[in-house]
Every structure is written in C-alpha cells, then in structure tokens.
C-alpha cells in the first residue's frame, strides 16, 4: 500500500518535472522532498501519534492518571484478590474481571484516540463565498456586521446556526466549537479531560460503554474485594486479614470514591442518551420546557428505545478530517481582483520547513513569463494511492512556493481551565457565544485565518501560478464584484506582506 | 467556446472560472442533505433538471449510509460485542456508500459535467458541508471575460 502511494506521488512529480525543466525555480531537491501527511498542518490544537493513527487533546495528563488508576487498580485486584477468591469461591471471578476490564481499556482507547467528529475548517473560497452570501444579505453597509446567525426549522423547531470565525463555516445544528481544542465538534457533547480528548457524535457511544463497562467494573472490584476482606477475617481475624492483603485497602479506597461519581455520570448518560440530548443542551437547557411551552428536542425519535438504538448502534459517520491523507498541491485557487499586486499559489508540498518563500511581485516576474505557457490546470494527485484516478484533486502545476506554519489561535477562544474539576467531568461547551461578542473588534484579525495553512491554504489575494497576467486580468473583471471583497483582499495582502518578512 | 469531451481535456485547456457552492439543507436534522436549489451562476451551463437529478439522488445515498434501521443495528451490536475490532476487517456500511458515491460522482463528471465545463467536487473531501462546482472557461476562447454569463457555453453538448 505505501509502496503504491510513494510510486503515484512520483508519478505527479515527474510529470511536473517535465512539463517545467526549464526553471530555474524548481530545483531538483524540492521534488524529492518526501510530502507531508495532513495531520502535521492540521490547524487546531490537537496532538497526534503513530504518524496521524491517533488523536487527542493537547492537554493529556489526566488521560494518563485515569490509565493509571485503572491499570494500578485492577493489577493489584488480579495479583492479591484473585488467587484467593478463585480458590475459595469460583474462578470465574478472575474471568468476569479480566473480560470487564479489557472492555474497559478497550472502550477508553477507542474514546481517547479517535476522531470525535471534528469539522474541517473551510478552505478560502468557501469562507470567501460565505462571506459574500452574509454581506449580501446584511446588506453591505460600511461597519461591522452584527454576530452571524441563520435560522432553520427542523421537525417544527427553530434551531440558529451560528457562525464560526475560526473555522468560517456556520455550524451544524448540535455541532459547537471546543476551546480547548480549537476545532468545531459535530453534535459536541463535553471535552473530557479524564479521556483526554472531545466526546462528540465519533466517539460518544464508545465513550458510554467506557463510563458505563466502568461502573459495573468499579462495583464488581470493590464488592469482591469487601468479599475476600471478610472471607479472611472470618478465618484468620479483621487486622490479621488486612495485614495479609494491604492492597485491597488501597482498592476499597480507590473504587468507592469512584463508584460514587462514575456511576453517577452513567445514570446522567443514560438519560441524556434516552431523550437523544447531548451534556452541552442539556446544561445550557436548550430544550427544557422551562424556556418556552412549545420548547422540545427536534431530534429526540419520541421513544426511549429508538432514542438509546440510534445514538449506540447507529451507523458510524467516517472521519472528515484526512489525518493520513497527503498534502497535495493546491486545487485550483479562484482569481480575485487584483489590487496591482500579484501573487501565485502557494502549493503545500514543502511546507514542513518554517521558510517562507512568498515573492509578491507588482508586475510579470520571470518566473511568471517562464510558465506563460503553462496550463494552469495539470496532473492530478491521487491521493493515499487509493483514490479514484479520474476526479478530485487538481494539481497547480505552479512554482513552489509555500507559505510558512502560523499556527492560528482564535482571538476568542477562551481557555476554559477554570471549568475543570477534578472530581467531575464538567462540560467544556463551545463558546459560540462569546465568539460572537468578541468578534465584532477583531475581525482584522481573523482575516490572518485566511492564510493559515489547510488543505488549499493561498489566501483569496492569490493568482493560480503558471497562467499568464493578461489572461488573468481579463479573467478577474467577471467576478467577486461587491465592494467587501476588497477590504478582504486588503487584509490578506497585508497579511501576506507581513509573512513575506517572517 | 470549444466543447470539452471529457475531464482529462477538461483539466488540460481550462482555466477556473468559478466555484459554486451547494449547501447543507438542515430542515430535516444533522443528517446529511444538501439543498436542491438551482444556483444562478449555473443556469447557462447546465439544465436545471440534470443539476436537480444529481443533488437528489447523492441525497438518497446518504440518506442511505445513515438509515437507522436492522442492518445497522446489526452492524452496531456486533461491533460492540467484538468491543469494536471487528472495523480492523470489515468497513462500514457508511463508508462503502461513501464509495459508491465517489462512483457516482466521477461518472456523473464524465457524462455529465465535464463536457459542460463543469466539475463536481465530493462532498467528502469538504468535509461534508458543502458540494462544490467548479466552473471551468476554455482557455482557447481569449475574448470571454466572466465564465458565468457566457451563454456560448451552453451549446457545448
């Protein structure tokens, strides 16, 4: 399989070879250069492992405590319990308890290190047609735009949808943006520090059968363990059995704190999954009677059975974002109007190195003159080596220029740190809110976003490379004609100007 | 304007003109539509019916991949009670309609699309929100300006 992407990653590269011998620009080296996978220009605030195999948060201390107390807990259970109650009562003690606890372990990990539903963040001409679309509907007036919302009805329900600046889409009714890790959620549920990542709509039954295998594993150690502490009192006396086995005390002590709260959190799960709600609705009372008489939830199937069947044993969405797949080259990028600075595309495939190698030229470069002659559309990248070889990605055959790695913090997002209790696991909901009131002051700002690296990462000021200016100008008379545009343009210029000297 | 006889010329003698995004439709909940609005940047290049016919039936395949229903509990039950191992080997019904409907799409481009001067992205690899059409401009055609309003497209068939 990597012996087949590595020879149709050279297939792109020798036909860009050929088609550009005669460049100066293109050194030899740059096309050897091995190309990057998506997950290491991945925009939000996530770690990976196992070369983009696994996800998490970037805060993982508690992932590890929970791995720990669960590990140290049922080791100790398996090496002092167990021996003793196998003999005196049955073994299928020790089997019930290694059957739940590779559940539980297995649950955990699936939890922690999958994809929660995370939405990829729009590329530039999404957000730059989405933009348009809001302006044309504000009206375009001078001054900020108030928060951006649409309204939908679903099953009779008005649900808004709100805007994300940081990921420029309007998110999907039940998706939120989560804080901590920077990347809009579908169907959010909480971020779990003890897991160590999101719950959202990939990883939500997975993280129910964690909590819930949890419970019946907590109640099962401290019940045998209670159980062999009195079997070895009656025979041997109560200190004498304590003395003989010190690490049930620890065990007791462990699972009955837990107990309380782990169990406590299924029962809460279990109601939030039997009326098909999720913890950040829940907590903000979006469909509690409480906010109107004729509030209720538009997605709940009316039963509790379909409700708990749907959310466990539904189909299982795929990850939207590519984690593995390759940077490939930019798609063709749209003309905007240009200010009398022309710029190229910037292709992704030497990205790894923090150089920034943007040249903002005012008028025909060499460079340009010498693929006056190009086509601007080439070769296509099939990526992975499994994709199909006729459709998708079109490869900018365009000099290589790339932009450098910033790696974009919202200017909203608010570390929600205070929310984390130890002893809970609180909901860390999105802040679509505070986005919203914020964002009005740093709409500048947000504009930078246009240049953070993603799939297709040139900022709206760029020219597809290779196609001749005159052309070019011609092309750009037809569209993005309101006047916003402009100011965007403006924004990513100077954008551009200022990496240019990073 | 020259006719496009298929995608390799498509991609070899035009330039982007365009893009045209078709968005999510959410006035039946999270599952995944996409409206069947007919956008105006399109009327010259292709009829209404076809563009109508495409958003429908990719619909139906999705409305196909998240039917809740005996096969996916099934699926849903065994998976759990093989604590989930069993997706090292076998894919899920989602993503084996997902195939199908990167099918559907590359053919739908041959026959349909391409020889418009038109491109249907997969919605997959825009994470689902949006279908994105690319609207192609012969490149051999110096005078037209805006690919949108020329008619002459059209007659490309």
Not at chain 2, 54 to 76: R, W
Request: net charge positive; charged share 20%; proline share 7%.
């Amino acid at each position: 399989m990597h012996l087949g992407v590595s020879e149709s990653m050279r297939e792109c590269e020798y036909n860009q070879i050929s088609t550009r011998s005669s460049t100066p620009m293109e050194t030899p080296y740059k096309n050897r250069t091995p190309k990057k996978r998506k997950w290491e220009s991945f925009p939000g605030r996530n770690k990976f492992y196992c070369n983009g195999r696994i996800m998490m948060a970037k805060q993982t201390g508690v992932f590890y405590l929970t791995l720990a107390l669960i590990l140290v807990t049922c080791g100790l259970f398996f090496t002092f319990d167990c021996p003793f109650l196998a003999l005196q009562l049955t073994p299928v003690i020790p089997v019930i308890g290694g059957v739940l606890f590779l559940f539980v372990l297995g649950t955990l990990l699936r939890t922690s290190f999958s994809d929660p539903g995370v939405l990829p963040r729009a590329n530039a001409d999404e957000a730059a047609d989405l933009e348009r679309q809001i302006d044309v509907a504000n009206g375009s007036t001078g001054y900020r735009p108030p928060p951006r919302t649409k309204e939908v009805v679903i099953n009779g329900q008005t649900v808004k949808l709100k805007y994300c600046f940081t990921c420029k889409i309007f998110r999907p009714p039940r998706a939120s943006h989560c804080s901590l890790c920077d990347n809009c959620v579908e169907r959010f549920d909480h971020h779990c520090p003890w897991v160590g990542n999101c719950v959202g709509r990939r990883n939500y039954r997975f993280f129910y059968m964690f909590i819930l295998s949890l419970s019946f594993l907590t109640i099962f150690i401290f019940s045998f363990v209670i159980t062999h502490i009195i079997l070895r009192s009656h025979r041997f006396g109560f200190l004498s059995a304590l003395k003989d086995s010190p690490a049930s005390v620890l065990e007791v002590v462990v699972c009955f704190f837990s107990v309380w709260s782990i169990v406590g959190l299924s029962g809460f799960h279990t109601y939030l999954i039997s009326s098909n709600q999720t913890t950040n609705e829940d907590i903000k009372g979006s469909w509690s009677s409480k906010r109107g008489k004729d509030n209720y939830n538009p997605y709940s199937y009316g039963n509790i059975f379909t409700n708990c069947c749907a959310a466990l044993c539904g189909p299982l969405p795929p990850s939207l974002i590519d984690r593995r797949g390759f940077v490939r080259s930019d798609a063709p990028q749209l003309a905007p109007p240009t200010n009398g600075i022309t710029t190229y595309g910037a292709t992704q495939s030497q990205q790894g190195h923090m150089v920034s190698e943007i040249k903002i030229k005012a008028a025909a470069t060499p460079l340009l003159q010498q693929h006056s002659s190009e086509p601007v559309i080439l070769t296509t990248c099939p990526e992975n080596g499994g994709s199909m070889p006729g459709r998708g990605p079109l490869t900018l055959g365009g000099p290589c220029a790339s932009l450098p790695l910033g790696q974009p913090t919202p200017p909203t997002s608010i570390p929600s740190l205070g929310c984390h209790e130890a002893a809970d696991m609180l909901p860390i909901h999105g802040h679509g809110h505070s986005h919203n009131h914020s964002h009005p002051l740093q709409e500048p700002v947000a504009h930078h976003h246009f240049l953070t690296p993603e799939e297709v990462p040139s900022p709206p000021g760029m020219l597809p490379c290779g196609s001749p200016m005159g052309h070019n100008h011609a092309m750009q008379a037809g569209f993005y004609n309101p006047a916003s545009q402009d100011s965007l343009h403006e924004d990513s210029v100077r954008g551009l100007v200022k990496l240019s000297f990073v | 304007m020259s006719t496009f006889h298929n995608l390799q010329e498509l991609r070899h003698s035009a330039s982007l003109a365009n893009k045209v995004f078709i968005q999510r439709d959410y006035s039946e909940g999270t599952t995944c539509r996409f409206q069947t609005k007919f956008p105006s940047e399109l009327e010259s290049r292709i009829e209404r019916t076809l563009f109508e016919d495409t958003v429908k039936t990719l619909n139906n395949y999705y409305a196909e991949a998240e039917k809740i229903g005996g096969q996916s509990y099934l699926e849903g039950c065994l998976a759990c009670a093989t604590a989930y191992l069993i997706f090292l080997c076998m894919e899920t019904r989602y993503e084996k309609v997902l195939k199908k409907i990167a099918k559907y799409i590359q053919e739908q481009n041959e026959k349909v699309y391409a020889p418009r001067g038109l491109l249907v992205t997969d919605p997959i690899d825009r994470g689902m929100r949006v279908i994105e059409i690319s609207i192609y401009e012969d490149r051999g055609s110096s005078g037209s300006s805006s690919g949108s309003s020329s008619v002459s497209g059209s007659t490309a068939r």
